[in-house]
T-cell receptor, first 112, second 113 residues
Framework: GNSVTQMEGPVTLSEEAFLTINCTYT??????LFWYVQYPGEGLQLLLK?????DKGSNKGFEATYRKETTSFHLEKGSVQVSDSAVYFC???????????FGQGTRLTINP | DTAVSQTPKYLVTQMGNDKSIKCEQNLGHDTMYWYKQDSKKFLKIMFS???????INETVPNRFSPKSPDKAHLNLHINSLELGDSAVYFC????????????FGSGTQLSVL
């Protein structure tokens, strides 16, 4: 079945550091890929998405590129802020499927 | 206005009790979901309804019963609560189509003592 594997957390960085959170997936066909973010005490919010190979999703300085050859969708940000501290979830929806499958989440803490 | 709202936010109860969590969305979406998030933040789908019809039912104990009185509401009733049911339960909604975005509620933290 479809699955998503994320980099183990927690990840702790200093403000203005470069961020990468790795995400790889297993799926048949052409899934759509997503990053969701969960701030403390809140529900998940969509951060960005990509629906086909080589697409780049971007939002709030975050980017992720859909790489079919490596089945990856790594999340990057050039300069993180304290306000980026949250749990980040990589997710996929299989081609034609209803269900969104989430990775295990990566907790990110940014120190001033 | 809150798009997806769930109540209560916190629920503390004894083993063996029966409890319900309510969810409402004002986005006009046709599809609603219940997800369970465990203590390690792992998020897993439990149920999904499309326009009041059950379309996804993952391997969840029969003690969990969703009910959708109309497409704007999806409630979750849990019978005979067990310690392992302690988790955060999230309601979400989306509009069917290609790659639709999920809108999540802020969660209900259930603690079974």
């Amino acid at each position: 079945g479809n699955s998503v594997t994320q980099m183990e957390g927690p990840v702790t960085l200093s403000e203005e550091a470069f961020l990468t959170i790795n995400c790889t997936y297993t799926a048949t066909g052409y899934p759509s890929l997503f990053w969701y973010v969960q701030y403390p005490g809140e529900g998940l919010q969509l951060l960005l998405k990509a629906t086909k190979a080589d697409d780049k999703g971007s939002n709030k300085g975050f980017e992720a590129t859909y790489r079919k050859e490596t089945t990856s969708f790594h999340l990057e940000k050039g300069s993180v802020q304290v306000s980026d501290s949250a749990v980040y979830f990589c997710a996929l929806r299989g081609q034609g499927a209803q269900k969104l499958v989430f990775g295990q989440g990566t907790r990110l803490t940014i120190n001033p | 206005d809150t798009a997806v709202s769930q109540t209560p936010k916190y629920l503390v109860t004894q083993m063996g009790n029966d409890k319900s969590i309510k969810c409402e969305q004002n986005l006009g979406h046709d599809t609603m979901y219940w997800y369970k998030q465990d203590s390690k933040k792992f998020l897993k789908i439990m149920f999904s309804y499309n326009n009041k019809e059950l379309i996804i039912n993952e391997t969840v104990p029969n003690r969990f019963s969703p009910k959708s009185p109309d497409k704007a509401h999806l409630n979750l009733h849990i019978n005979s609560l067990e310690l392992g049911d302690s988790a955060v339960y999230f309601c979400a909604s989306s509009q069917p189509g290609t790659n639709e975005k999920l809108f999540f509620g802020s969660g209900t933290q259930l603690s079974v003592l």
